[in-house]
């Protein structure tokens, strides 16, 4: 198990960035693929991004390919979702999930390791 803390979510205006950071506390998550996923009210929770234990293959959702990139730091326990050309449909709250090992996972179940979050909100 690894405890996963998200930060950098926040008001941005559509068109602009945001990075979004995701912790590893208490311990490594280097042998871990990790996911970026998204809930926005009343809708269910989707996949966004994920990365590899190595970093050496991400793979992305349709609606964020060109947009987003996902990375990862294995030295400073962190991945990290860079986020442009933000649009109003890109505002929900922003997860991160891990699971050990794993090449490329798109479905929620996939990961037994969830962070609570940070919330993104585009306003146009």
């Known amino acids: 198990q690894v405890r996963l803390v998200e930060s950098g979510g926040g008001l941005v205006q559509a068109g602009g960035s945001l990075r979004l950071s995701c912790a590893a506390l208490?311990?490594?998550?280097?042998?871990?693929?990790v996911g970026w996923f998204r809930q926005a009210p009343g809708k269910e929770r989707e996949f966004v991004a994920c990365?590899?234990?190595?970093?050496?293959?991400?793979y992305y959702a349709d609606s964020v390919k060109g947009r987003f990139t996902i990375s990862r730091d294995n030295a400073k326990n962190m991945v990290y979702l860079q986020m442009n050309s933000l649009r109003s449909e890109d505002a929900a709250v922003y997860l991160c999930?891990?699971?050990?090992?794993?090449?490329?996972?798109?479905?929620?179940?996939?990961?037994?390791?969830w962070g609570q979050g940070t919330q993104v909100t585009v306003s146009s």
């Open positions: 999930a891990a699971k050990p090992w794993g090449n490329v996972l798109t479905r929620v179940d996939d990961y037994d390791n």
């Open positions: 208490g311990s490594t998550f280097t042998s871990y693929i």
């Open positions: 990365v590899s234990w190595s970093g050496s293959t991400t």
